[in-house]
């Protein structure tokens, strides 16, 4: 391969919570005992260097000295154009259409805020994405769940006569769609999406679309925007984006949005500018022009077959190696949510123990119960193979065959 997917970044000390956080209580993970470095597989960010491009476009901007109040640049806009359409095959987008947004969660908020009262309902699939849950939560927001089903052969689905059930019944009219989902993997074929707008135009629903994800599809899966799909969901749907998980740029901060509804777009703006603190990051945004370039172009195509290499190695290991364990195979996301249900109950073993066994040996994976995993553990596969093979061994030796 022409890009660095291999070399063992060291990152503690460099600004990682993924690894820094470790043993400091709350959600993270303990810090491994003495003997076993820490395989970070927790915070949803890569363990992988990100595109040369990037770094030449920061760089090159800070060879200028000053970093005053200035307005995004033309060749902003023109990057998630050219990107949108030569990824997601997205014709007609037009500047005027793209939004900041600090993150993609407060993309959310915002866009409730101007559709919703607070108290409102919000129809959110289940497992769900836990800053979902936080975010609306500490928003006021109340979220109604509709449970992902799995169907004859272990595919998550939507389950489309509980949707409606709820959307009548409890009278919502907005809905968070996670596309592709997190953290189950699904990416969503387009009769799939095609059935949910037209439960969301029948009921009113407006609909707010994180596609953070939608570029790291694994090999044979396609992407299909949620506005793609039909005039109405283009125009009843405010879809979410950013470079952040797809180049490892969350700490620069920013994401945009893309919103086709001009008076809904006018209301999100208004109301996303009201904190006056929703503003770009100079360094971010040469750092997205730096990303949507030819070479960010052909550094993700690299980064697809590592990560789909990764998914295969790990799905296969559990199913030859961890009897009782249940994993779908992720169609996107970099992020395993095995199913240890079975396992815990021939063993005799709570998930804590599970948990507990493999963060003791460095394997620092995250509790999926934050997810409505009731059993479940959420892992990180972006990590050079070898840090995958190693977490791998580690479990198969002190944990689930102990």
């Not at 290499?309 to 364990?325: L, Q, W």
């Not at 509790?367 to 995993?373: E, I, K, P, Q």
Request: charged content about 25%; glycine content about 8%; proline content about 4%.
């Amino acid at each position: 391969m022409k890009y660095d997917f291999t070399t063992i970044m060291n990152r503690k000390g460099m600004d990682a919570s993924a690894v820094d956080a470790l043993g400091t209580g709350g959600a993270a993970p303990d810090a491994p005992k003495e003997g076993f470095d820490a395989i970070p597989m927790w915070v949803a960010d890569m363990n992988f260097p990100t595109v040369p491009s990037i770094m030449e476009a920061v760089g090159k901007r800070l060879e200028h000295p000053a970093f005053g109040y200035f307005a995004p640049r033309k060749e902003y806009f023109d990057a998630i154009i050219s990107w949108q359409e030569s990824r997601n095959g997205v014709t007609g987008l037009t500047p005027e259409c793209i939004g900041y947004e600090n993150g993609v969660l407060g993309g959310v908020i915002s866009a409730l805020n101007v559709l919703c009262s607070r108290g409102d309902k919000v129809l959110v699939h289940e497992p769900t994405y836990i800053g979902f849950t936080n975010s609306l939560t500490n928003n006021g927001y109340h979220i109604v769940h509709s449970p992902l089903v799995k169907d004859e052969n272990g595919v998550w689905r939507m389950d489309y006569a509980d949707m409606e059930k709820k959307l009548s019944e409890e009278k919502i009219h907005a809905a968070i769609f996670c596309s592709p989902h997190n953290p189950c993997g699904r990416v969503w074929e387009r009769w799939e999406i095609e059935k949910a707008m037209e439960l969301y135009k029948k009921y009113d629903v407006m609909v707010i679309s994180d596609e953070i994800w939608s570029d790291l599809i694994t090999t044979g899966y396609k992407h299909i925007p949620t506005q793609s799909v039909s005039e109405d969901a283009k125009m009843r749907t405010v879809a979410l984006y950013a470079p952040s998980k797809t180049f490892n740029l969350a700490g620069l901060v920013g994401s945009y949005h893309i919103i086709y509804n001009s008076c809904l777009r006018d209301r999100i703006l208004k109301e996303s500018s009201l904190s006056h603190y929703n503003s770009m990051n100079v360094l971010s945004m040469y750092a997205l022009i730096g990303a949507y370039s030819k070479e960010g172009q052909e550094w993700l195509e690299e980064l697809r077959q590592v990560i789909t290499g990764n998914i295969d190695f790990a799905c296969s290991y559990i199913k030859e190696h961890f009897k009782g364990v249940e994993v779908f195979r992720p169609e996107g996301t970099y992020m395993l949510f095995a199913d240890c249900t079975q396992w815990c109950r021939e063993h005799g073993k709570t998930i804590d123990q599970v948990e507990k066994a493999a963060w003791a040996v460095g394997v620092a994976f995250q509790d999926g119960r934050m997810f409505f995993g009731p059993c479940h553990v959420r892992m990180n596969l972006a990590l050079p193979l070898s840090r995958v093979e190693e977490a791998f061994r580690r479990l198969d030796k002190y944990v689930f065959n102990a």
